[in-house]
């Protein structure tokens, strides 16, 4: 993949962010994102191309230019990992490199697929992330959800790296959805109206605090329309902007 720093790899991203993406969550510490796609193909068929992110990954979003060399093992402790052939032209014939991108947690098919780890810059971080990726039949398909935590200490600004990482998710739900065939989602969120001036002083509000994002965790992973736990998404304060090295990846 190309070399980018945070800012570059965050306009890059924003350009292909679907509607439907968003940040449920951001603070000082780590940050939330989440996006949803229905497809027409049964749960099976889903869980099937999900663990085979070779014939649906971003090529641009690789170390080695080329998402074939993509492979996932569905189990417990299983990687979602990446060759990097060997290049004749530098003289390293048979030295194969490889990327971990996750660790495995949670393989159940049909169902849910739960992988643990830094995707893209984040690797050169000491931070990690949780990417749940859950499937639930609808009437003409299944529905997927996915949702990427990510938490601990890293030298980029909360707002720019939270775009960054909330885009490259998109763009490889879109291209998993695209394999199957999306179709409209019957739970898709309406769009938001315009914003309203904000009430005078000492005025009532006349609208409901809107409601708190669900979450893929727990034992109703599958219930995507359960409210999750109460939690205010806060933006942390700027911080120095970071100088990432070479080998930046997403």
């Known amino acids: 993949m190309n070399r980018l720093t945070a800012a570059a790899f965050a306009a890059a991203c924003l350009l292909a962010t679907p509607a439907q993406a968003e940040i449920v969550e951001l603070a000082d510490g780590g940050f939330v994102t989440r996006d949803a796609a229905a497809v027409g193909a049964d749960p099976q068929a889903v869980w099937l191309a999900l663990i085979s992110p070779g014939d649906w990954w ?3 979003h690789t170390w080695s230019g080329d998402s074939a ?3 996932i093992t569905p189990q417990g402790g ?3 990992c990446e060759r990097i052939p060997a290049q004749e032209k530098d ?3 048979g030295l194969d490199g490889s990327v971990q991108h996750m660790i495995v947690l949670q393989a159940n098919p049909r169902k849910v697929l739960r992988m643990r780890g830094a995707l893209g810059p984040l ?3 000491p931070v990690t992330g949780v990417l749940t990726i859950t499937l639930k039949p609808i009437e003409k398909g299944t529905r997927i959800v996915w949702e990427y935590v990510v938490g601990g200490f890293m030298r980029y600004e909360p707002e720019v790296i939270a775009k960054a990482v909330d ?3 998109s763009q490889q739900l879109a291209g ?3 394999k199957l065939g999306r179709i409209p989602d019957p739970e898709a969120k309406p769009a938001p ?3 309203e001036a904000a009430p005078k002083e000492g005025a009532a509000p006349d609208k409901e605090p809107a409601e708190k994002p669900a979450r893929a965790i727990g034992e109703d992973f599958l219930d995507d329309g359960a409210a999750g736990e109460d939690a205010e998404a806060k933006v942390s304060p700027p911080k120095p902007a970071p100088k990432p090295g070479d080998g930046d990846a997403g």
């Open 123 to 125: 690797q050169s971080e």
């Open 58 to 60: 971003s090529d641009n």
């Open 193 to 195: 109206e315009p914003a």
């Open 69 to 71: 060399n993509m492979m």
């Open 167 to 169: 885009g490259v998710m």
């Open 176 to 178: 998993l959805a695209g």
């Open 91 to 93: 003289g390293a014939i």
């Open 78 to 80: 299983g990687c979602f």
